[in-house]
């Protein structure tokens, strides 16, 4: 019955087209469905929503413990941030992304991350969440933590955010080893309309828009680079830019000197 019930949901869930297809010759894909199948599901910024609830609402335990171990991966210097934004938000998929609780994919992240970093197996992996299910099954109440093991920190290899960050903090910690800004305060900029493959910070409605830049922000490794650990590149800046609402959305119903700022790295930037 599990299973059954399980492959009613896979196809219900399956991926959707309009135009039903599957795996089409290289001249069936334009520009524009190639750049609409890359897009990244966290990149939501002026589509069409569905109806939500919004409400306070208190995170459960599990949620809390989530965030937690999350942190903890961050401060043993096993992950970044971005990493586990790119594997919590990115690389599960539209349908993942727009159906898992928020916490949901950082558990999925986490796994990800200690099975691709050779933590854990995956094999092992599987084993312990079939003896959790079990013991769920057989118990009543809240599950208690019982892990089977204590890992040893010294075998981390810690990344060089970590061990520079400690004392300074981050971003302070890239200080001083970016190249001079490009851009200053009241500049007049644009943002340029990139190709976004597998992670970016810099949403699509903003690109190829016009902005001035309100603030130098401070030296960072580009979104782009720290996702996949890459912090061997060198840092960029990052501005506080300031966008024309009427700019924005066409059109826009609002008052005429309503803005909206974002923070951008300096490689999306041009001068308008």
Known sequence: MANS????????LRTAFHRLQDWPYPDQISHGLFRALTKTPHDVGGEPDAPAVFEEKQEELWELNT??????LGWRGIWTSEE??????VDVGRTNYLALPYYGRWVLAMARCLVDKHHITLGELVERADAVRSRQQNGTGPLEAAPRSIGDGAAVVRNRHHTEA?????????AGRAEAPRFAVGDRVLVRDLPTIFYTRTQEYLRDKPA??????YE???PEDEAFDREDQRPQWFYIVRFAMRDL???????????LQAEISEPWLAPL
């Open 5 to 12: 019930v399980m492959d009613d949901y896979g196809s219900q």
């Open 67 to 72: 965030f937690v171990t999350c942190e903890v």
């Open 84 to 89: 586990r934004r790119r594997l919590g938000n």
């Open 166 to 174: 400690v004392g300074k903090g981050d971003p302070q910690c890239f």
């Open 212 to 217: 001035t830049v309100a603030r130098v922000s």
């Open 220 to 222: 960072s490794p580009t």
């Open 249 to 259: 959305w066409d059109p826009y119903r609002g008052c005429p000197d309503d803005t």
